[in-house]
Antibody
């Protein structure tokens, strides 16, 4: 059974950076793109970008260009999302989501449990 | 990239059918069939219920159906049940390998 386990909650001050991890297991890590999605408290889902664990190629939503970096470590089947210059607007639950293959390419067939990032002075 | 537009809330009585709309533009939803719908319960991660506009993943109830016409996609839930009360989000490919979510719809079963 596919399993995506994310790192624990973080509290950051404005201007700081945060790096969230997503440990994948029970499937071929390099065979599926990994996306990051966030959800502010009481708000909707927001797509942030994706990384190809195979090549390391990335694509970010324009809104986060210059502030987000997605990386991966294939040796430990873990994807990372780092967001810099945090403001209170970045307070949200951050999810990693696995993109399917075949018919499910472009769709998310599994999700991490979410990592709460709180930005507060 | 602006979020796709969904109604904030839709409600129905048990057994009824409801439809949630999702409106985009010719740059995203209108130009691609890569539209999906996700169901999210409070405090839980989203779950895929419709992909490629009208296909159901294995294990998803046949009461869920999807369609797309022009710049608008729709999710219909037939035979509404209490367990369908949740938030629903559309999601579309938006060119140059980017994607966009809808604003989300809260479904209430009366």
């Amino acid at each position: 059974q596919v399993h995506l386990v994310q790192s624990g909650a973080e509290v950051k001050t404005p201007g700081a950076s945060v790096k969230v991890s997503c440990k994948a297991s029970a499937y071929t890590f390099t065979g599926h793109y990994m996306h990051w999605v966030r959800q502010a408290p009481g708000q909707g889902l927001e797509w942030m970008g994706w990384i190809s664990p195979n090549s390391g190629a990335t694509k970010y939503a324009q809104k986060f260009q210059g502030r987000v970096t997605m990386t991966r470590d294939t040796s430990i089947t873990t994807a990372y999302m780092e967001l810099t210059r945090l403001t209170s607007d970045d307070t949200a639950l951050y999810y990693c989501a696995r993109e399917g293959t075949g018919d499910l390419q472009n769709y998310f067939d599994d999700w991490g449990q979410g990592t709460l990032v709180t930005v507060s002075s | 990239q602006s979020a796709l537009t969904q109604p904030a809330s839709v409600s129905g009585s048990p057994g009824q059918s409801i439809t949630i709309s999702c409106t985009g533009t010719s740059s995203d939803l209108g130009n691609y069939n890569r539209v999906s719908w996700y169901q999210q319960y409070p405090g839980k991660a989203p779950k895929l219920v419709i992909y490629e506009a009208n296909k159901r993943p294995s294990g998803v109830s046949t009461r869920f159906s999807g369609s797309k016409s022009g710049n608008t996609a729709s999710l219909t839930i037939s035979g509404l049940q209490a367990e369908d009360e949740a938030d629903y989000y559309c999601f579309s490919y938006a060119a140059i390998s980017t994607y966009v979510f809808g604003t989300g719809t809260k479904v209430t079963v009366l």
